[in-house]
C-alpha cells in the first residue's frame, strides 16, 4: 500500500508540473502572439486573441497612430483621432516645426510662428549665421552681419589664415599676412621642412637646409630622393 501510495503521489506530483509547463508555454506564447499583433507583425494570428487580448491591441494602434501623426509621418490616419488627441498632435507638430525653425534644418513658415516664436527664430537664424561666418563656412551671408559682427569676423578669419599658413595648407594666403607673421610663417615653412628631411618624409627640399642642418641628417636622410 505505501509503495501504491507513494507512486498515486508521485503521478499527481508529475501530472501537475506537466501542467504547470504547459500553462507556462501557452502563456509565453499568447504573449508573443499578442505582441506580434501590437506591432503589425505578418506572425500574428488574430485568430486566438480574447476580447481582452483584441482590446489591447486596438489601444496599441491608436497609441502608435498617434504618434505617427506628432511626426507628421504618411502612416497618420487622422480620420481615427479624438478631438483630444488632434489637440495633442497640432501641439506636437508646432514644437517639432519651431525646433527646425530654430536649427535651420528646413526652411522656415514664419506665418505659422506666434510674435515671440518668430522672435526667437530670428534670433537664432542670426547667431547660427554669425557662427558659419566665423568658420569661414559658404552658408555664411556678411551682409547680415552687423559692423561689430563684421569687425570680429574679420579678425576670425585672418587669424584662421595665419594658422592655415602655419601649418602649411593651400589654403593659406600669404598675401594676407603681416611682415611679422609672414617671417614667423618662413620660420614655420623651414622647421616643417627639416623635419620631414629628418624623418624621411616627402616633400622635402634638401637645398632648403642650412650647412648645419644637413650635416646634422643620418646618413639615410641625405638621400636625395629621384
Avoid at 509503495?3 to 504573449?31: E, G, N, Y
Avoid at 479624438?82 to 498632435?89: I, K
Amino acid at each position: 500500500m505505501a509503495v501504491i501510495s507513494r507512486l498515486t503521489c508521485f503521478s499527481v506530483m508529475m501530472s501537475l508540473i506537466c501542467f504547470a509547463t504547459l500553462v507556462s508555454a501557452q502563456s509565453a506564447d499568447r504573449a508573443q502572439n499578442l505582441f506580434a499583433c501590437e506591432n503589425g507583425f505578418n506572425s500574428c494570428d488574430r485568430s486566438v486573441l480574447t476580447q481582452t487580448d483584441k482590446n489591447e491591441v486596438m489601444a496599441a494602434k491608436h497609441k502608435q497612430n498617434i504618434s505617427d501623426c506628432k511626426s507628421a509621418w504618411t502612416s497618420c490616419d487622422r480620420s481615427t483621432l479624438s478631438a483630444a488627441d488632434l489637440a495633442q498632435v497640432a501641439i506636437a507638430v508646432h514644437q517639432t516645426m519651431i525646433s527646425d525653425c530654430w536649427s535651420g534644418l528646413r526652411s522656415c513658415d514664419y506665418s505659422k510662428l506666434t510674435a515671440s516664436e518668430a522672435a526667437g527664430v530670428a534670433v537664432a537664424e542670426n547667431q547660427r549665421n554669425i557662427s558659419d561666418c566665423w568658420n569661414g563656412w559658404s552658408s555664411c551671408n556678411l551682409s547680415k552681419l552687423s559692423a561689430s559682427e563684421l569687425s570680429e569676423v574679420t579678425v576670425a578669419e585672418h587669424r584662421r589664415n595665419v594658422s592655415q599658413c602655419w601649418d602649411g595648407w593651400a589654403t593659406c594666403d600669404r598675401s594676407k599676412l603681416s611682415a611679422t607673421e609672414l617671417s614667423a610663417v618662413i620660420v614655420a615653412d623651414h622647421q616643417r621642412n627639416y623635419t620631414a628631411c629628418a624623418g624621411g618624409y616627402m616633400p622635402c627640399d634638401h637645398a632648403a637646409l642650412t650647412s648645419a642642418e644637413a650635416g646634422s641628417l643620418a646618413p639615410e636622410s641625405k638621400t636625395v630622393p629621384r
